[in-house]
């Protein structure tokens, strides 16, 4: 098991947002946690990336439960750490490419902890084969790109840390349809060139098509879990989040 | 006004804006990454100024009068450099006692601001009550000499002044575009949420940007007290706020901003003066100066709110 998160209990303030949920991810999956605004999702992948409790600004904090990467616990660890020790990028919710920054400087940024300049130059080039819109742009600034633009420099960033494991944070929000569809076609081959993904999504439609396995989020509680078919065919899930 | 005098003071207001803009890129590099408005840092620069003046001092003492005396430029370099070093590790210190523990326990800015005039208030009771009120002649430590080009004069260290400045701002600038710890810096200064998950240890960042801030004040209040000969412990405080204020009319956050308000103050003050001294405009006595300046900082901000340089930030989504 790559990553197990157990009974994992988040709060902010007096409010608790996630109730104690566990949950893995295997070497080499695609997993999805799917789920409606405020469920928690965007809480769980920060609290693994170590926002919560580091970013003072998002005010939440770690009361119980454990994060274990390849067998140590992740809550001792900086949230530096989880990307430069660990190998755990994030794609976060609404991008936040830095847009003072040019593309390119942006891609460099997420090599500060990376010593091997030979893999930096050839993950460039893998970046900029997979999107050639960031090579054409690489020198404007973050904050010129469109928004299907700046997801792609957002899953780039990602991928020049080069991390095992990518979380992304509801990589289809405010794209159209086919950019949307291209982004999903992109993670796939992404994992099938060996990165493990942490995927949520308020798209469950698209997330199930993509993923492997998934878990189903409910106010901070994992309610439901089962292979992506498994999700797709439930008639809850059906109802709840496929609209009918 | 004949060019010959306009051309000198135009010198002055280089070596006047220097002095501002160096301290005014401390404010702006950690109002950028912290959003905090370091009140403090007036007051790191009479610390540099001080430190500066026991480096030279103890310097001087050495072999003095044998053969064994320092070169006259080794000790200028080597009172810079521990100067600047020193200052730094005073800078740091306070971000690391005072102003993280508050960070990270998420306090609102409000206590930040305040804690960082309390530090200020501190450093400067510290030097008054540990060196007494008696002001420190800095000493000389390269002969003043005085040149005269077609009318115009002026001494070898304005010259260093500027030229060292000019020479540190382009280099901080680059520094800001080409390495990674400066890339990380203004990424942070746009978003904080998202630095770590790039790998970058953000409070090293944060640390880097003390060292920074901390040091080009020490260099300011070296030149300062190698021009002006007069050190007191409250030296900082009056040129710490016209430096913020340079900092702010030039767009707070942005180091373009800080270079040029602070030598667009330096202008002001030097011109208004220097207007007074031109048939017609004698009513304009010097202690005008501060008056007219700030009226016209207050005119420019009123019509760019967020500075010369500073834009409202946005975010697409």
């Known amino acids: 098991m790559l990553l197990e998160v157990k009974d994992l209990r988040v709060n902010y303030g007096n409010i608790e947002a996630l109730h104690g949920i566990s949950f893995s991810v295997d070497e080499g999956e695609i997993v999805t946690l799917i789920g409606a605004n405020g469920a928690g999702k965007s809480t769980t992948l920060m609290t693994i990336s170590r926002q919560i409790p580091h970013v003072a600004e998002l005010g939440g904090k770690v009361i119980g439960g454990s994060i274990i990467y390849q067998g140590e616990d992740l809550l001792q660890y900086e949230p530096h750490q989880v990307v430069s020790k660990f190998g755990i990028s994030q794609v976060p919710e609404g991008r936040r490419i830095f847009g003072n920054l040019s593309v390119l400087e942006n891609l460099m940024l997420a090599t500060y902890a990376r010593k091997d300049k030979a893999q930096v130059r050839k993950d460039l080039k893998r970046v900029f084969e997979i999107f050639p819109r960031l090579e054409e742009r690489k020198h404007q600034r973050g904050e010129t790109l469109s928004g299907g633009e700046q997801q792609m420099l957002a899953v780039g960033r990602a991928l020049m840390t080069r991390g095992r494991l990518m979380l992304l944070d509801e990589p289809s929000m405010g794209l159209a349809p086919v950019l949307v569809r291209d982004i999903f076609e992109t993670l796939k081959e992404i994992n099938a060139q060996g990165t493990t993904i942490l995927l949520v999504e308020q798209n469950a439609n698209m997330a199930l098509k993509l993923a492997h396995r998934g878990y189903v989020l409910e106010t901070g509680n994992i309610v439901l879990e089962g292979t992506a078919a498994e999700l797709a065919a439930n008639p809850e899930v059906k109802k709840a989040y496929l609209g009918g | ?317």
């Open chain 2, 1 to 317: 006004m004949t060019l010959g005098i306009f051309l000198q003071h135009l010198l002055n207001a280089m070596q006047w804006g220097s002095f501002y803009a160096l301290i005014a890129l401390g404010y702006t590099m950690v109002y950028g990454v912290l959003l905090l408005i370091n009140f403090a840092h007036g007051d790191i620069f009479m610390v540099g100024a001080y430190i500066g003046f026991f480096i030279a001092t103890f310097l001087l003492g050495l072999g003095a009068g044998t053969a064994l005396a320092l070169p006259s430029w080794v000790i200028l370099a080597l009172t810079i450099l521990g100067s600047m070093i020193l200052t730094a590790g005073v800078g740091v210190t306070i971000e690391r006692v005072a102003y993280r523990p508050l960070r990270e326990r998420g306090a609102n800015r409000l206590y930040l601001v305040i804690t960082a005039l309390m530090i200020g208030l501190f450093l400067e009771y510290l030097n008054l009550s540990t060196l007494g009120a008696a002001d420190r002649g800095f000493p000389e430590l390269i002969p003043t000499q005085v040149y005269t080009v077609g009318g115009v004069s002026f001494t070898n260290i304005k010259l260093i002044v500027i030229g060292l400045s000019v020479v540190v701002m382009i280099g901080l600038e680059m520094f800001l575009r080409r390495t990674k710890i400066g890339i990380a810096m203004r990424a942070i200064s746009y978003d904080k949420v998202a630095v770590p998950l790039m790998g970058v240890p953000v409070n090293t960042i944060i640390a880097a940007t003390f060292v920074i801030g901390s040091s080009l004040a020490a260099l300011a209040g070296i030149m300062y007290g190698s021009a002006y000969h007069v050190l007191s412990f409250d030296m900082g405080i009056l040129i710490g706020w016209k430096a913020f204020i340079a900092a702010v009319v030039g767009g707070i956050g942005e180091i373009r901003g800080a270079m040029v308000g602070g030598f667009l103050l330096g202008f002001i003050e030097i011109f208004v003066v220097a207007l007074g001294q031109v048939p017609g405009f004698e009513w304009l006595s010097s202690t005008y100066r501060d008056l007219v300046s700030f009226t016209i900082l207050l005119v420019i901000l009123t019509i760019r709110p967020t500075g010369i340089f500073g834009v409202a930030r946005r975010q697409k989504i």
